[in-house]
């Protein structure tokens, strides 16, 4: 049965791992995902895991450590946060070609500079095409339940890639909520154990593990993890449905919500999903049919599903918690605008940059933006298909 908890979103992630025990972590503290492992690391002084916890003097270090560790046939897990996650950046392309399901818990901030400690995805979102699986959450208890869904979408046969769990810095990692918890025999009987058929230290068939890749057989490597993250999609699915069964709270690519018949929509990833759905049903009861499309999984991208949710649509917006400098917009409206360009019909789409370094997104920000799109569906121009939102002057 399941038990009720008020936790905050880095407690119920390090909760997470304790029911799963997993048998390595590596981690180094940085702001606002220190709690996790600091959580964690009770839990091994405690005695209450099994857990090998090496503490490492970098985030370079901490993913070295998974990914040696992973590649010895162990389970591992860390977390970080902004230039934490930067530190590891070579190390993300090695554990995603190496075809490590290491799991990592991103607690979305802000990258330098200026310095800043605040949420915004610029830190998971710089590192969209490492290979990594990524999956966030809007709440403290979609953290929980995504990562206790990570290992088995990731460790799948056909998958054998790394993820990360993402989560709103402060926003959700140190707001605490009520949360639903799965009991610990049931965690452990969903994740499983963790049998990879080949591993470093497995003597009945010993194999290189990061040899050097010369060019007749580099790019065969590279088709390899784009077919892996192509069978992600059924294996996210698929756990989804099964924790679905388990708990009631069944979880696919993203969140439709009043969107069947809206013609007006935002799509965007994260807590701000909240505010967004407090504006579509404050639109709705003026009669105005307005939507909201949150994205769940932003890679894989769910290219197909995406567009036959958006397609009949007359205006969306898409907003994006992050700015790619691109002079064009941010990632989540390119990869939008490009699941879009194949459908017969297809809405007028504005993409918005919002958020920055912890900016606040406000109930009248997101009827601004509605508004807005009301004007593109009426007039039929886009106008800027390229905004900010929420600065000054």
């Avoid at 709690?35 to 405690?46: C, S």
């Avoid at 965007?268 to 909201?292: N, P």
């Avoid at 009827?367 to 569906?377: G, V």
Wanted: glycine content about 8%; charged content about 20%.
């Amino acid at each position: 049965m399941a038990k009720r908890d008020r936790l905050s979103g880095n407690e119920a992630v390090a909760y997470a791992m304790r029911q799963i025990d997993p048998d390595v972590m590596g981690a180094f503290p940085i702001t606002p995902s220190t709690e996790i492992p600091q959580y964690f690391a009770q839990y091994v002084a405690d005695g209450l895991v099994h857990t090998e916890y090496v503490t490492v003097e970098s985030e370079h270090s901490s993913m070295s450590t998974c990914i040696g560790a992973e590649a010895a046939g162990a389970r591992a897990v860390t977390a970080t946060s902004s230039c934490g996650l930067a530190l590891m950046w070579e190390l993300l392309y090695v554990a995603a070609s190496y075809r490590l399901p290491v799991t990592l818990a991103c607690v979305n901030r802000a990258l330098t500079g200026p310095i800043n400690i605040n949420n915004d995805h610029s830190d998971s979102m710089g590192a969209r095409d490492t290979g990594w699986i990524q999956i966030y959450a809007e709440n403290n208890q979609e953290a929980y339940d995504n990562y206790l869904q990570a290992m088995p979408i990731g460790e799948n046969p056909a998958v054998r890639l790394p993820v990360m769990v993402c989560q709103d810095g402060f926003i959700t990692s140190h707001a605490v909520e009520n949360i639903e918890l799965c009991e610990d025999a049931e965690v452990k009987a969903f994740v499983g154990e963790y049998h990879p058929e080949h591993y470093l230290l497995k003597h009945e068939n010993p194999l290189a593990v990061g040899p050097y890749g010369i060019s007749p057989y580099y790019m065969e490597a590279k088709v390899g993890q784009a077919e892996a993250m192509k069978a992600a999609k059924q294996a996210i699915l698929d756990v989804g449905r099964r924790f679905g069964e388990m708990t009631g709270r069944s979880y696919g690519f993203f969140e439709a919500y009043r969107l069947e018949d809206a013609e007006l929509a935002v799509v965007l990833i994260g807590s701000s999903a909240g505010t967004a759905r407090a504006c579509v049903d404050a639109l709705r009861e003026q009669g105005r049919k307005a939507g909201m499309l949150k994205l769940r999984v932003f890679r894989p991208f769910p290219f197909e599903e995406i567009a036959a949710a958006l397609s009949h649509c007359k205006a969306i917006a898409i907003l994006d918690k992050c700015e790619s400098f691109s002079a064009a917009g941010g990632p989540l409206g390119a990869e939008v605008r490009a699941a879009l360009y194949g459908c017969k019909e297809r809405p007028i789409a504005v993409n918005y940059v919002y958020g920055l370094g912890g900016r606040d997104f406000r109930v009248e920000d997101c009827e601004t933006i509605f508004h807005a799109l009301e004007e593109c569906a009426a007039t039929g121009e886009t106008g800027a298909p390229y905004r900010h939102i929420g600065q000054r002057g």
